[in-house]
Structures are given as C-alpha cells and as structure tokens.
C-alpha cells in the first residue's frame, strides 16, 4: 500500500519562503495525479494546488496563484510545493493526496474525495 510523507514545514515571517515536499513508497506513484490540501484550526480543508500524473496540467486555488508553484519528479517519487511570498493566512497543516484513479484527466481536482491517499500533513506556520 503507498504512503505519503510531507515534509519542509516550518515556521517563518510574512515574506519568506517554504518548499514542501510529498514523497510516496511503490513504483506507481508516477500514474497518478496529486493534489495539496491545506486545513488551519477551526477551519475545513480546503484546496491548494494539483498537478496530473504527467505533470503537463496544473491548477491552483485563487488564494494561492500567482504565488505557489506544484511539480513533480517521478524518477524520485516526490511531489513539491513551492510557497512565495508567504502570508499570515497561509498558517495551516499541508497535506498531499494521491488520487484514487490512474492516468486520469481528474475535473473534481479541489474535491478532497477525489484523492484516497493521504500523507499525514506538515505544519506551516507564517508570523506577521
């Protein structure tokens, strides 16, 4: 069964930078799209970026765009988040997600129930 681990998580100033990353046991990581999904206190998880399996389709949250980049590299099984300009606002646990179908072209990208596997999350915290 893949696992993920999230991992580059920190605390930092408005301003800074952060890059996450999402590495997965097993062979076929590579045929998967996969999503990163943040959740601060008190609030639902939401959307932040996606990137399909092949890593040609990117799609951002509006909150984000413009200033968090997603890839990949499947030759290390790993899955990067890179955060600019960080915001107080960006404060929330970061998860991965695998999706649940294979060399798909996924629509329902922000749906947390598009994904079926999920990394245990990593803390980002941005003080002002």
């Known amino acids: 069964q893949v696992q993920l681990v999230e991992s580059g998580g920190g605390l930092v100033q408005a301003g800074d930078s952060l890059r996450l990353s999402c590495t997965a046991s097993?062979?076929?990581?590579?045929?998967?799209?996969v999503g990163w999904f943040r959740q601060a206190p008190g609030k639902e998880r939401e959307f932040v970026a996606h990137?399909?399996?092949?890593?040609?389709?990117?799609y951002y949250a509006d909150a984000v765009k413009g200033r968090f980049t997603i890839s990949r590299d499947n030759a290390k099984n790993t899955v990067y988040l890179q955060m600019n300009s960080l915001k107080p606002e960006d404060t929330a646990v970061y998860y991965c997600?695998?999706?649940?179908?294979?060399?798909?072209?996924?629509?329902?990208?922000?749906?947390?129930?598009?994904?079926?596997?999920w990394g245990q999350g990593t803390q980002v915290t941005v003080s002002s």
């Open positions: 097993g062979r076929t990581f590579s045929q998967y799209a």
């Open positions: 990137i399909s399996w092949s890593g040609v389709t990117t």
């Open positions: 997600a695998r999706a649940s179908l294979s060399f798909s072209s996924i629509r329902t990208y922000f749906a947390p129930s598009t994904y079926n596997t």
